[in-house]
T-cell receptor, first 117, second 114 residues
């Protein structure tokens, strides 16, 4: 089955520790995204990547880092610099269509719920 | 970026049609209108999108006002499985139709009564 996988589903960490969230897709999509969701709120964009070895900051990139060494993988590291890391983290992917009339449907993974103790 | 306004919550009965409104009075001529929905504790899923004309797919219909300042997502016969948060999102063609990420508001929490 094609899709996006995120692991683990639940993650606990102690304050001050870095933690890496996994995101893998087998949809052959060029673009990948990381979002954060707090309770009762919409999703906010952390980082995105439209091609391997390149990525851009989203609206709330401070305290996070990413890498895109392979097309199918886009791991997110939550660093100790992130002041309030407890949240629901969602990864997504999409194709990138050329042309100004394009539209890129995003496919989302099941999410990782991170709790800092 | 153009913004959208949606009611915080709506309630409907099972097997009845549901009309979810979205206002986007500052929409530009090239902005797409998208709808995604998020079931509890899951990632969002695409529902439908449009530019100017009304659109239908197996999940829903999208009715776009003639001046494009508002749109309505229509679920023709709601089931309990349609209970979710529904997001109305705009993207411009300058952003590749969302290839640089989507901007989510709080959406509308749809409650379905059996």
């Amino acid at each position: 089955d094609g899709g996006i996988t995120q692991s683990p589903k639940y993650l606990f960490r102690k304050e001050g520790q870095n933690v890496t969230l996994s995101c893998e897709q087998n949809l052959n999509h060029d673009a990948m995204y990381w979002y954060r969701q707090d309770p009762g709120q919409g999703l906010r964009l952390i980082y995105y990547s439209q091609i391997v070895n390149d990525f851009q900051k989203g609206d709330i990139a401070e305290g996070y880092s990413v890498s895109r060494e392979k097309k199918e993988s886009f791991p997110l590291t939550v660093t100790s610099a992130q002041k309030n890391p407890t949240a629901f983290y969602l990864c997504a992917s999409s194709i990138v269509l050329a042309g100004s009339s394009s539209y890129n449907e995003q496919f989302f993974g099941p999410g990782t719920r991170l709790t800092v103790l | 970026d153009a913004k959208t306004t949606q009611p915080n919550s709506m309630e409907s009965n099972e097997e009845e049609p549901v009309h979810l409104p979205c206002n986007h009075s500052t929409i530009s001529g090239t902005d797409y209108i998208h709808w995604y929905r998020q079931l509890p504790s899951q990632g969002p899923e695409y529902v439908i999108h449009g530019l100017t004309s009304n659109v239908n797919n197996r999940m829903a219909s999208l009715a776009i006002a003639e001046d494009r300042k508002s749109s309505t997502l229509i679920l023709h016969r709601a089931t309990l499985r349609d209970a979710a948060v529904y997001y109305c999102i705009l993207t411009g063609t300058d952003s590749g139709g969302g290839a640089d990420g989507l901007t989510f508001g709080k959406g509308t929490h749809l409650i379905i009564q059996p």
